[in-house]
């Protein structure tokens, strides 16, 4: 799993990869639990790279969502493939998150940052 991400702007990019079972979800989990920690209150998990999504990774991210909004942030899921817009669909989980095409979108609409810094963290 890789994160980059922008103290100043106060966002991060997730990018976890494969099937988002238990061990990545552990991760995921620390690193938004380090990031809110960090003063972090953006947090776009890149979905691009996901294959497969548990039924207990669901409950991570749903949890991980409301910790960021009893902070005043959010994370959101940007780059969904359309199986897992349709299994969030169905679970309807899918409108609690913010969802995006791609980060740039999502960097676009959530951040009010310098295109420079956009661009950095949408690599």
């Not at 991760?27 to 207990?56: F, H, N, P, Y």
């Not at 995006?100 to 661009?119: K, R």
């Amino acid at each position: 799993m890789h994160v980059r991400w922008s103290a100043q702007h106060k966002v991060a990019v997730i990018d976890p990869e494969g099937d988002l079972g238990i061990r990545t979800m552990v991760e995921l989990k620390q690193a938004v639990g380090s990031l809110l920690e960090d003063g972090c209150r953006t947090l776009i998990v890149d979905c691009g790279g996901v294959t497969q999504l548990e039924a207990m990774s669901l409950g991570v991210l749903l949890e991980r969502l409301c910790r960021a909004r009893e902070v005043g942030g959010t994370l959101a899921l940007a780059g969904l493939n359309p199986e897992l817009m349709q299994r969030l669909n169905v679970l309807r989980v899918l409108s609690l998150f913010p969802s995006y095409d791609s980060i740039p979108a999502a960097l676009q609409d959530m951040v009010a940052a310098p295109t420079d810094v956009a661009a950095s963290l949408a690599a």
